[in-house]
């Protein structure tokens, strides 16, 4: 499975780069918002994403039509090599995406919440889908068990072009772990799941224990 981070702050697309193991990066209006983002610098941030990843990047469209969805969509794809339109799975947003990737456009279709939804979004030529797991546990709803069945109808056919799962709302390493079982070829995690991800009391355990004995031949 592949790790994307999803984020728009440059420092936590750096330090993640940093390890080695960061694929590519997805992004949305509101994380764009928390880093107090300015609209006339939209497009020039996602440029500085592309630079910093050496894979795809998702930037959001934020139009509500078809024609909208479209035009925003091309804006985006010119900005660099590796970027990729993320585009909401509605009516419009199902047209917009056949438009897209018959033009040759990657999308990614997000907030895909069934199998039928993720199903109708390979249909209509999504390179990537976005199914959602958090927002379930938020709702007191199994989110891993949406995944795991959308996986497996997604593997069930051949759509005639690649399609890859990306895990989304993705809120803890369990959810990683979880992901990576039942074969989703991807995991979108924010930048302090992914830290969480290193990290194992016993990894701690060991390397103060390995601490304390080096301190020890050094002391004697």
Known sequence: MKFFLDTA???EIA?????GALAGVTTNPSLYAKIGGKL???????KKICELVDGPVSGEVTGETRDEMVAEGRELAALADNMVVKIPMTVEGLAACRTLSDEGI???MTLVFSVAQ???AARAGARYIS?????????????VAQLEEVVAAIGNYD????????AASIRSANHVREAALMGADIATVPYSA???????????????????DWAKVVNA
Request: hydrophobic residues 45%.
């Open 9 to 11: 702050d440059l420092d």
């Open 15 to 19: 330090e993640i780069a940093s390890w």
């Open 40 to 46: 006339e610098d939209f497009q020039d941030h996602l």
């Open 106 to 108: 990657d999308v990614n």
């Open 118 to 120: 993720a199903l109708l």
């Open 131 to 143: 199914p959602f797991v958090g927002r379930f546990d938020d709702i007191c709803e199994n989110g």
């Open 159 to 166: 759509f005639g072009h690649e399609v890859e799962i990306i």
């Open 194 to 212: 992914m830290k969480k991800c290193v990290m194992h009391p016993l990894t701690t355990q060991g390397l103060e224990k390995f601490a304390a």
